[in-house]
């Protein structure tokens, strides 16, 4: 059983960066697709970005291209969401889920963290 905490989330302003970490336990991340999500107020849950375990390939929603990178440290069993450029829009609570395969679908990730708030103030 894969154990996924997330930190890191705050609030800033507009145009703040902000590192989102994700520590999993009960599983190495090396063997996993690894995403973040993000549910904004009122809207559902939606794919952020993801780093493939084999092969080191990142996805990303359009929305972040350029602004956010997703990284992994498989010796500390850890996984980044580094977000620059912050806008209101990226008010969310973001989650780290893990899979074997890569999914845009949400309902398809076995093992999610708790979620941390990310807020940015125009």
């Known amino acids: 059983q894969v154990q996924l905490v997330e930190s890191g989330g705050g609030s800033v302003q507009t145009g703040a960066s902000l590192m989102l970490s994700c520590a999993a336990s009960?599983?190495?991340?090396?063997?996993?697709?690894m995403s973040w999500f993000r549910r904004a107020p009122g809207k559902e849950r939606q794919f952020v970005a993801s780093s493939i375990g084999i092969g080191g390939a990142t996805y990303y929603t359009n929305s972040v291209k350029g602004r956010f990178t997703i990284s992994r440290d498989n010796d500390k069993n850890t996984v980044y969401l580094q977000m620059n450029s912050l806008k209101p829009e990226d008010t969310a609570v973001y989650y780290c889920a893990a899979n074997p395969r890569f999914y845009y679908d949400q309902s398809q990730y076995d093992y999610w963290g708790q979620g941390t708030q990310v807020t940015v103030s125009p």
């Open positions: 009960g599983g190495t991340v090396s063997n996993y697709t």
